[in-house]
């Protein structure tokens, strides 16, 4: 059977003042390549209602978006940060934390990076081209490319078995302390974290880059093989 994963939905208000829950479609795109039945999950803000969405599934997916909100860390905010909709950031945290109490696979892209690291007591770096040293990671609606480097210690690198990766990438925000629980997996050249991982958690990586964008390439293909293979193992031990 077909593991059903579940992809956090994005949330912004239209020209007429209505919010609206879309995503790109890159994200399915991804998702039902590899084999997955990708399953949009509504912005709810009811516990048990998420519950019951996550009793079909056998993943998460959490996508990317604007930017977290740096109360949370206890910062004023930059006038650079674009804030992400109150609805979706509260949201976001809500479906993580029930889906790690499942102990489900779990898989963060880009924003999904960031509030994965935040969630686990981390900060993040609110406007990264104002930072010394940092190379260009792109921006809303620009997309570059730059080199990460693998921790050897990470199961990312066992999987790749590479020490280098040429990743798609569009964000201003980035990792600046990250959560007691994770491992930093890959870097950056100007030395900012562009992957996590949770040791002991049965499945939990998180990537800055935007692998569904590149989908044709055999690292991006590798970590959603790995993701579907420990949502098969969820499905066959739940």
Same mark, same amino acid.
């Given at each position: ?8 939905? *994005? ?8 919010? /609206?829950?879309? +995503?790109?479609?890159?994200? =399915?795109?991804?998702?039902?390549? !590899? ?53 979706? /950031?509260?949201?976001? =945290? ?9 102990? +489900?696979?779990? #898989? ?5 990076? /960031?509030? &994965? *690291? ?6 993040? %770096? ?8 940092? &190379? ?21 690198? #066992? ?6 990766? *040429? ?10 302390? &990250?959560? !007691? ?24 990586? !998180? ?9 044709? *390439?055999?690292?991006?293909?590798? &970590?959603?093989?790995? =993701? ?5 193992? %969820?499905?066959?031990?739940?």
């Amino acid at each position: 059977m077909k593991p059903y994963i579940g992809v956090s939905m *994005n949330c912004a208000l239209n020209t007429r003042g209505t919010e /609206q829950a879309y +995503l790109d479609s890159n994200y =399915f795109d991804f998702l039902e390549d !590899a084999g997955a039945v990708p399953q949009p999950i509504a912005l709810m803000q009811n516990n048990e209602q998420i519950e019951s969405v996550l009793d079909g599934l056998q993943g998460v997916l959490f996508t990317g978006g604007l930017d977290i909100n740096p109360e949370l860390w206890g910062e004023k905010l930059h006038p650079q940060t674009r804030l992400l909709h109150p609805r979706r /950031q509260l949201f976001e =945290f809500k479906l993580y934390q029930a889906a790690k109490e499942r102990r +489900l696979p779990i #898989l963060g892209i880009c924003l999904g990076v /960031q509030m &994965i *690291n935040v969630a686990g007591g981390g900060s993040l %770096y609110q406007y990264l081209p104002e930072e010394p040293g940092q &190379i260009d990671h792109g921006g809303e609606g620009c997309t570059t490319r730059h080199q990460v480097k693998l921790d050897k210690n990470g199961r990312l690198y #066992l999987w790749l078995q590479t020490e280098e990766l *040429n990743v798609p990438s569009c964000h201003t925000q980035g990792i600046k302390r &990250i959560g !007691a629980c994770y491992l930093p997996s890959a870097v950056s050249p100007d030395g900012v974290i562009e992957a996590l991982e949770e040791p002991g958690y049965p499945f939990l990586l !998180a990537v800055q880059w935007h692998p569904e964008r590149d989908r044709d *390439n055999l690292f991006n293909r590798v &970590i959603m093989e790995e =993701f579907l293979k420990a949502a098969t193992r %969820y499905a066959k031990e739940k």
